[in-house]
């Protein structure tokens, strides 16, 4: 593919906040306790990450101490907050001036609303781990309701993260998936073959950061009451290729496995590369049958992921195509139609493997 996507994150924050050092876990493969040795951001950090291979991330990680703050909202405006296409704003939970941030991210606001009205706007309530747990629920309510009422005219998401935690990957997931091109595409092809193989539920995965891009759940898989078990999977696989790098002297990259198969008596699961730059996970009912036909379903599926243009803007008339065709599967966020078109070679396999 000659042609790039190139998405512009602005990630800003309170001085302290916390952006580098989530940026250091996703991108960076940094574990947590080695964010530590990183130094305050100094005015602009520009960063280009390629995700999926063919997206580019263009991450402006601004540095939050108030004299650079005020740059950005008056001298550097429209260089900052112009062709913005996602904001990431970070709030410390613990800051004890939380109406004086409230006041420059309504700034940031205005600025982005001036010049970017088109943004996506994520607010990460960050730190939540030096809550007690029993106060989190109500203070991250009382927090992401004080976000919402300054954000007009933006609509917000907030989400509650920690560096110790599996909800960073949570929520970096959410904010790539408004990213990714020809998301449509991908999850009606996700589900047919979720169908094929009459299995629980298939999730793919971003191979350097193993953030998820996108799922479908059979109406079986929705009754899983682990909501957040994506989000714990990418937070394991990451640790389980820090621990191959360390003990084998491999690159991040190299430590990735190519294939895994874990076998239960109540299902099976599947995590194997689908293409240079993704994984796919598939949950299915137990039986060495269904895992071999889930695999020949993989290579098929593999080769279609192959021809498509991951460049392609998102074309909102496939997407609501995709939304209004009906059936019982649901991607990732909201209630999708996963019905379809564009993998004729399931319907063969499908029809040589269902007797």
């Known amino acids: 593919m000659d042609r ?9 924050g309170k001085s302290g906040s916390g952006k580098s050092s989530m940026r250091s876990i996703i991108f960076a493969n940094y574990v947590a306790k080695d964010t ?5 951001t100094i005015d602009v950090e520009h960063s280009h990450v390629k995700f999926m291979g063919s997206l580019t991330l263009n ?16 001298s550097q405006r429209a260089n900052i907050f112009s062709d913005v296409g996602v904001l990431i704003y970070v709030f410390d939970i613990e800051s004890r001036e939380f109406d004086r941030d409230m006041v420059t991210y ?7 609303g001036e ?5 996506q706007v994520f607010c990460l309530i960050h730190k939540m781990d030096l809550v007690l747990p029993d106060h989190r629920h109500d203070l991250f309510a009382e927090r992401s309701s004080l976000i919402q009422s300054n954000s007009v005219p933006f609509t917000v998401s907030t989400y509650a993260t920690s ?40 999730a793919l995965f971003e191979r350097s950061t193993f953030l998820m891009v996108t799922c479908v759940t059979s109406p079986r898989g929705e009754r899983n009451p682990n909501r957040d078990r994506f989000e714990r999977i ?20 190299q430590a990735a496995p190519m294939e895994m198969t874990i076998k239960t008596p109540k299902f099976n699961l599947i995590l194997a590369q689908l293409t240079k730059n993704t994984f796919i996970m598939v949950v299915l009912e137990p039986g060495e049958a269904l895992v071999n036909v889930a695999m020949l379903n993989v290579l098929g599926l593999r080769e279609e992921f192959l021809k498509m243009d991951l460049t392609a ?13 009906g059936g019982n599967y649901k991607g990732k966020g909201k209630e999708r139609a996963q019905a379809g078109r564009g993998g004729e070679f399931y319907a063969e396999e499908e029809s040589q493997y269902s007797g």
């Open 59 to 74: 991450i402006w990680d601004c540095g939050g101490q108030d004299a650079f703050m005020e740059t950005y909202l008056v």
């Open 234 to 253: 990418s937070n394991m696989i990451k640790t389980f290729k820090h621990s191959i790098a360390k003990h084998t002297g491999a690159s991040q990259a």
């Open 4 to 12: 790039k996507k190139k998405s512009k994150l602005l990630l800003m």
């Open 313 to 325: 803007e998102r074309d909102p008339e496939t997407e609501t195509e995709a939304e209004d065709m």
């Open 115 to 119: 010049y970017s009205p088109r943004a």
């Open 163 to 202: 560096i110790w935690d599996q909800t960073l990957y949570k929520a970096w997931a959410s904010i790539v998936y408004t990213l990714i091109p020809n998301l449509a595409i991908i999850e009606r092809m996700l589900s047919l073959l979720l169908r094929t193989v009459k299995a629980h539920e298939v």
């Open 36 to 40: 530590r040795r990183l130094g305050a």
């Open 106 to 112: 309504t700034a940031v606001i205005s600025a982005l």
